[in-house]
């Protein structure tokens, strides 16, 4: 059969459409690749080993970032510690256990009304809730549970949607063994899900490490150098509050540039891992 001839019209029509999106995708690579390259060019000539290993000193008039450095490693971490089961086991429940399909319909669109609200917000309310209300004022922990927050819906869908990319079939042979309900999840659903799930923890990871409204009311901007259980009760920058503070409030802009340069190098880190992680777990599941 003869496939019939496109009309001028549909030619042109075609041609200019190809052409638009060839110019929407050029124009927005460009954009991307014009701000990572000019945060790398005017912020790794500043990144200077001084300014890793060393915290900030008023009298020798020194600027380090190492309290800030620490400070995102102890708040990623809390942050996973709280959101990773709360994340995880809300998918497991939605996905497995729950029966009233009209209760999982309002908390899925629930998570994704959180997802949908500005930062801000979640750090007005963190502030009212977790440093005056429940007491812990401005700290690293108040910071890490509003995180917790925030990042619960991510976890949760991501969770969600890999859970359900493994087949009915996987799940009734295995019941069709003799195993239970849990471990039927335990063996068999989350080994072949967990691909999504990584995927979904390292990008909250990059969430947690480049937000900064939330954390200027809960965490607070302070750059001492503390160990993990007094940093976490006490108040501390993150890197992008630093980043904050420095650019907008003390005017170092080549301070500002390198801690950029830094975010942008964990971004673009974090990013692919989450990219390398899924294609491994898919071929090895694959196989």
Known sequence: MIAPKMSYKRKVYSVVMNALMFIAAGLTFALVLFMIAYVLIKGIPNITWELLSTKPSYIS???????????????????????????VGAAIYLTEYAK?????????????????????????????????LLGLKKSLIAGALTLVIMNLPTIMRTTQESLKTVPQSYREGAV????????????VVLPNSVDGIVTGCILSVGRIIGESAALLFTAGFAHALNGVLEGLTSPGATLTVALYVYAKEEGEFGVAFAIAAILMIL??????????????????REV
């Open 100 to 132: 009233n399909k009209k209760l999982v319909a309002v908390i899925e669109y629930a998570a994704e009304t959180l997802s949908g609200i500005p930062s801000i917000i979640y750090g007005l309310v963190g502030m009212l809730i977790f440093c005056q």
């Open 61 to 87: 008039k020194t600027i380090g970032i190492l309290p800030d450095i620490l400070n995102t490693i102890y708040i990623v971490f809390a942050t996973l510690l709280f959101v990773l089961p709360l994340g």
């Open 176 to 187: 069709g063994l003799g195993a239970g309900k849990w471990r039927v999840i335990r063996t």
């Open 267 to 284: 971004t673009l880190i974090i990013n692919l891992s989450a990219s390398l992680v899924s294609r491994y777990f898919s071929r090895r």
